[in-house]
């Protein structure tokens, strides 16, 4: 049996016709067939079922010349033909139709069941609505922005797959007196969500609630009580920068504009910054930032672009002692850190300033040096270049040092002087 | 009929200046005929969506059900004067948009999370609205008093209540049918303005 309470009868009721000219009703009432004279009727029309459950149905044909036989009519459920063996001929002008463990409706509009003439023309057509009642709705969250209004978001049972149009209705009152509301402006904030945008008292405890309604039944959440002063948020603060402190290269100081809507109210608030480098999305938070509208960001990567965002909680508000409700964060704000002047440990790739060329062979000894180089030194950019360049530039100073001296290539001295190593 | 009686008729004196803005009138209101058209179109395809196979197949031929106050363009209105064409023109539109706002309304109940298509359907009502004024307005202005039988809105718009009101298949087929309606009016509509502009179709 389903859950929730049983609504309207499975096999829908129509609605009462308007008044209208008894030919009219009976000429639009089923549809004639393509060609010829026949009409017929299919029953029941547009049932409402359970998933899993069968329906038994009957086609009954009635046309001029009378006598139009059941023989040759046949079923197609959503354009598809069903197997004959689903019918049989109840009588001459009746085929019937039994079918077995229904899955949920395909589309909204109902499950088109067609009773088909010989020729393939339509005789008459009638609707399938097969799904399930709807669950509980829960996890009602409420949230007053400024304390101006209320919105309230809620998940539907089941995930809300009932297969049915499942109507969604939030109802509020005030706890100890007042009459049922309904709220209106549906779709605010998603799916399951609705708006209530004025009309409502402070100081005082609301029931909140949504009921959930379709054509096999109806549900009801749990009772969520709440003061509006309780569910208070507000706008993220405006006018967030970000800036250098001086050359400082591992800080950045972040100011903001408390939100205005809620100065009046004579509320506390508190902060949160969160930041992140450019390319990541890894958000680092700060948490205790409270009743500032400034803060300065410390030990952060030098030459890196930083995004910012802001968002305040109002709590507080007439001396509530409840925390509020976040804001959303404000738009990002971007800056960067100074460049670092020196290399740092670990970091600053020992790069020659020129571009000699080096030369020299692979040397055993000096490929061990630098192994061991990088695995315990934090110089760890050295490199083969680096040593040849070295070597370059020792014998260029060592050939000017020989001339200066007068030391032939050789290694004997010549006639020019200079200081003696 | 020839091109030469389709185009338009040189008027007298100082009426010839206003040629020039007569075919302005109905050219534009050709244009307009031809956005909807495509607009129909669209509809048409939305509509056959949301109601389920077997409405979108090819092939699929549901009874064509009376719709009271309005039929679909006679085999012979090809064949009549394009006074009197215009004519069942703006009497057919001004019939279709009470017949858009009952398929509108089922279609709320049907498909109530289908806003785009209950949003075309109350555009559709309004922009025929808007075509038949103004094939109305082109009418006066080539001198063509309006003699032609009209639908009552109210008792057409009542009949289709009543159609939705005896099962949803049947309203569905309806549908399909208004909106069928509408497309072949609007075609036709576009069709009848083009014989009239220098240059047309015979």
């Not at chain 1, 049983?6 to 639009?28: D, F, H, I, N, Y």
């Not at chain 1, 409840?322 to 404000?330: F, L, M, N």
Request: charged fraction near 20%.
């Amino acid at each position: 049996m389903p859950a929730g309470r049983r609504g309207p009868a499975a096999q829908s009721a129509r609605r009462p016709p308007p008044l209208l000219p008894l030919l009219l009703l009976c000429v639009l009432g089923a549809p004639r067939a393509g060609s010829g004279a026949h009409t017929a009727v299919i029953s029941p029309q547009d049932p409402t079922l359970l998933i899993g459950s069968s329906l038994q149905a009957t086609c009954s044909v009635h046309g001029d010349p009378p006598g139009a036989t059941a023989e040759g009519l046949y079923w197609t459920l959503n354009g598809r033909r069903l197997p004959p063996e689903l019918s049989r001929v109840l009588n001459t002008s009746t085929l019937a139709l039994a079918l077995a463990n229904l899955n949920g409706s395909r589309q909204q509009s109902g499950d088109n069941l067609v009773c088909h003439a010989r020729d393939g023309s339509i005789l008459a057509g009638s609707c399938l609505y097969v799904g399930l009642p709807p669950e509980k709705p829960f996890n009602i969250s409420c949230w007053s922005k400024n304390m101006k209004d209320l919105t309230c978001r809620w998940t539907p049972g089941a995930h809300g797959e009932t297969f049915l149009h499942t109507n969604y209705s939030l109802k509020y009152k005030l706890r100890w007196y007042g009459q049922d509301n309904t709220c209106e402006e549906y779709h605010t904030v998603g799916p399951h969500s609705c708006h209530i945008p004025k009309d409502l008292a402070l100081f005082t405890p609301y029931e909140i609630w949504v009921e959930a309604t379709n054509r096999l039944g109806s549900a009801r959440s749990d009772v969520l009580t709440l003061d509006i002063l309780d569910v208070v948020t507000t706008d993220p603060p405006p006018d967030v920068h970000v800036s250098r402190v001086g050359g400082l290269e591992d800080q950045l100081s972040v100011r903001w504009v408390s939100p205005p809507a809620l100065k009046d109210f004579l509320f506390q608030a508190k902060y949160q910054i969160r930041y992140r480098v450019e390319d990541s999305v890894d958000w680092k938070v700060v948490d205790d930032v409270s009743n500032q509208t400034s803060c300065r960001l410390a030990g952060l990567k030098p030459g890196t672009v930083y995004f910012v965002q802001v968002r305040c909680n109002p709590f507080g508000i007439y001396g509530s002692k409840k925390a509020g409700i976040w804001s959303e964060w404000s738009h990002p704000t971007a800056a960067s850190t100074p460049r670092s002047e020196r290399p740092g440990p670990g970091g600053g790739a020992c790069e020659p300033r020129g571009g000699e060329p080096s030369s020299g062979p692979v040397r055993r000894e000096l490929k061990q040096f630098l192994g061991w180089l990088k695995k315990h030194a934090y110089c760890s950019n050295l490199s083969f270049r680096l040593y040849d360049q070295w070597r370059a530039w020792m014998q260029k100073s060592h050939k000017t040092r020989n001339q200066d001296e007068g030391i032939l290539p050789s290694g004997r001295r010549g006639t020019a002087r200079g200081p003696a190593r | 009929m020839t091109q030469r009686e389709g185009s338009l008729a040189p008027q007298a004196d100082s009426s010839v200046s206003l040629l020039p803005h007569l075919e302005a009138k109905i050219r534009q209101t050709h244009s307009l005929a031809h956005l909807l058209t495509k607009y129909a179109e669209q509809l048409l395809q939305e509509y056959v969506q949301l109601q389920g196979d077997p409405f979108g197949l090819p092939g699929f031929s549901p009874p064509r059900l009376p719709v009271a106050g309005l039929s679909a363009p006679a085999p012979s209105h090809a064949g009549l004067p394009v006074h009197e064409r215009l004519r069942l023109d703006a009497a057919a539109l001004a019939a279709l948009p009470p017949l858009l706002d009952v398929v509108r309304r089922r279609q709320a109940e049907l498909n109530p999370r289908a806003p785009r298509l209950l949003r075309r359907l109350e555009d559709a009502a309004r922009q025929a609205r808007a075509l038949g004024a103004a094939v109305e307005a082109v009418l006066a202005a080539l001198g063509a008093v309006n003699r032609g039988p009209r639908a009552e809105p109210p008792a057409a718009a009542a009949a289709a209540a009543a159609a939705a009101a005896s099962g949803v298949f049947p309203a569905k087929v309806l549908g399909l049918r208004v909106c069928g309606l509408y497309r072949e009016w609007l075609s036709r509509t576009e069709g009848d303005l083009g014989q009239l502009l220098p240059g047309g179709p015979a």
